[in-house]
């Protein structure tokens, strides 16, 4: 656990920082990375020390170990937030900050293009608590005050929305809830801290799914929560009340992705605008929803906002049901499978059954594309193939 900002060297680059990390190898015996603690009791050298173990660095391994600090420590100087919790999954991540911010009778403000299984949390358990959700349109901003009511906790926002892109007033909506009275959490895993920090907008919890860009493998699931110093005592309590922490592995693992994502997600960001100009080209596409792309309709405000993009974006191809699963089908570099911000690039139709305000483009088959570390030309190609099969169909 870390309840302050670590100090760094802010005068050097991001990547600089990326590599080295918050921590000290010369306090490690000169080992680079940090040791994997597996254990779960501390010992403590007496009663008193025992008695007083809140003041303790660690105390049982479920508040935390060396190897969980760590990544906490890189994650609250990537946030600039006063504390960050570690979960073993990114819905987890969406999950524990409701329950930490809401009870029965409490009013849930959640944008209408938020993430599935969001969603799903807050119709099935959240409503099961007695608590009241209401979906509002992504491009509402500060109309979001019309909205509020004096029960109103929490405003939860994503943003870009996940399928559809759509590109939220990040700090009109975070100001408009502040003074409604509502904590604002925004799940921002598709810009991570390094194209986007919530709390300097004014959002006082930053939710993401380590899964993606800072796992950048495939290999590892687990969340974060990054808290401002308001909430953060709140958001720490409910955790460990919880019971759930991330296991060490994981965390290694995420810290060794780290060591890397700067460059990647410069890749990543770069080979999706260049696949998304050249589907942008085709006659099969109706539209790209891609935030750097000028005609998109929130560009405006992305180019305001966020300092990149990333490698995960959505196009719609022309034609029903079946021209979509003829061109997924042809697909051979482009895995068929969720997830995203790794190594490999998939392709998933997009199911938008579930809004009832951010409808998404007409026009066709909605289909989402995550771009991985492959050579454009010949992702390019696997997409040609799609189109012929698509054509066929």
């Given at each position: 656990?870390?309840?302050?900002?670590?100090k760094?060297?802010q005068?050097?680059?991001?990547?600089?920082?990326?590599?080295?990390?918050?921590?000290?190898?010369r306090?490690?015996?000169?080992?680079v990375?940090?040791?994997?603690?597996?254990?779960?009791?501390?010992?403590f050298?007496?009663?008193?020390?025992?008695?007083?173990?809140?003041?303790?660095?660690?105390?049982?391994?479920?508040?935390?170990?060396?190897?969980?600090?760590?990544?906490?420590?890189?994650?609250?100087?990537?946030?600039?937030?006063?504390?960050?919790?570690?979960?073993?999954?990114?819905?987890?991540?969406?999950?524990?900050?409701?329950?930490?911010?809401?009870?029965?009778?409490?009013?849930?403000?959640?944008?209408?293009?938020?993430?599935?299984?969001?969603?799903?949390f807050?119709?099935?358990?959240l409503?099961?608590?007695?608590?009241?959700?209401?979906?509002?349109d992504?491009?509402?901003g500060?109309?979001?005050?019309?909205?509020m009511?004096?029960?109103?906790?929490?405003?939860?926002?994503?943003?870009?929305?996940s399928?559809?892109?759509?590109?939220?007033?990040?700090?009109?909506?975070?100001?408009?809830?502040?003074?409604?009275?509502?904590?604002?959490?925004?799940?921002?895993?598709?810009a991570?801290?390094?194209l986007?920090r919530?709390?300097?907008?004014?959002?006082?919890?930053?939710?993401?799914?380590?899964?993606?860009?800072?796992?950048g493998h495939?290999?590892?699931?687990?969340?974060s929560?990054?808290?401002?110093r308001?909430?953060?005592?709140?958001?720490?309590?409910?955790?460990?009340?919880?019971?759930?922490?991330?296991?060490?592995?994981?965390?290694y693992?995420?810290?060794?992705?780290?060591?890397?994502?700067?460059?990647?997600?410069?890749?990543?960001?770069?080979?999706?605008?260049?696949?998304?100009?050249?589907?942008?080209?085709?006659?099969e596409?109706?539209a790209?929803?891609?935030?750097?792309?000028?005609?998109?309709?929130?560009?405006?405000?992305?180019r305001?906002?966020?300092?990149?993009?990333?490698?995960?974006f959505?196009?719609?191809?022309?034609?029903?049901?079946?021209?979509?699963?003829?061109?997924?089908?042809?697909?051979?570099?482009?895995?068929?499978?969720?997830?995203w911000?790794?190594?490999?690039?998939?392709?998933?139709?997009?199911?938008?059954?579930?809004?009832?305000?951010?409808?998404?483009?007409?026009?066709?088959?909605?289909?989402?594309?995550?771009?991985?570390?492959?050579?454009?030309?010949?992702?390019?190609?696997?997409?040609?193939?799609?189109?012929?099969?698509?054509?066929?169909?």
């Amino acid at each position: 656990m870390s309840t302050e900002r670590p100090k760094s060297d802010q005068t050097v680059g991001v990547n600089t920082r990326l590599a080295h990390g918050p921590y000290d190898p010369r306090l490690q015996h000169g080992f680079v990375n940090p040791p994997v603690f597996h254990g779960s009791t501390v010992l403590f050298p007496d009663v008193a020390t025992l008695r007083d173990r809140a003041r303790q660095p660690f105390s049982y391994a479920l508040s935390g170990t060396p190897t969980t600090k760590a990544l906490e420590d890189a994650l609250n100087e990537l946030e600039g937030s006063a504390g960050t919790i570690l979960l073993p999954s990114g819905l987890a991540a969406v999950t524990v900050p409701l329950l930490a911010f809401l009870s029965a009778g409490d009013h849930c403000l959640v944008v209408d293009s938020v993430y599935h299984p969001t969603r799903r949390f807050c119709d099935g358990t959240l409503t099961r608590m007695g608590v009241t959700v209401e979906y509002f349109d992504p491009h509402i901003g500060g109309g979001i005050a019309a909205l509020m009511r004096p029960e109103t906790k929490v405003v939860f926002i994503e943003a870009p929305g996940s399928h559809t892109f759509e590109i939220v007033d990040v700090a009109a909506v975070a100001e408009a809830a502040r003074t409604g009275g509502a904590v604002t959490m925004m799940d921002n895993t598709w810009a991570t801290p390094l194209l986007f920090r919530p709390l300097d907008h004014g959002v006082d919890l930053s939710i993401h799914a380590l899964t993606k860009y800072p796992g950048g493998h495939s290999d590892v699931m687990m969340g974060s929560v990054s808290a401002s110093r308001e909430v953060w005592p709140q958001l720490r309590a409910t955790q460990l009340q919880l019971g759930v922490n991330a296991a060490p592995d994981d965390t290694y693992l995420v810290l060794r992705g780290l060591k890397t994502m700067g460059v990647r997600l410069e890749r990543h960001g770069r080979s999706a605008l260049a696949v998304a100009e050249w589907l942008a080209s085709r006659d099969e596409v109706a539209a790209v929803l891609h935030p750097a792309l000028p005609d998109f309709p929130g560009n405006a405000l992305w180019r305001r906002q966020f300092s990149g993009s990333s490698g995960l974006f959505g196009f719609v191809l022309k034609g029903g049901g079946k021209t979509g699963d003829a061109f997924l089908n042809a697909l051979t570099l482009f895995g068929l499978g969720f997830s995203w911000g790794g190594h490999e690039s998939l392709a998933v139709p997009s199911d938008l059954s579930d809004r009832t305000i951010a409808k998404g483009p007409d026009g066709g088959t909605l289909i989402r594309l995550q771009i991985g570390l492959e050579d454009v030309d010949d992702l390019c190609a696997d997409l040609e193939r799609g189109f012929a099969a698509a054509r066929a169909a």
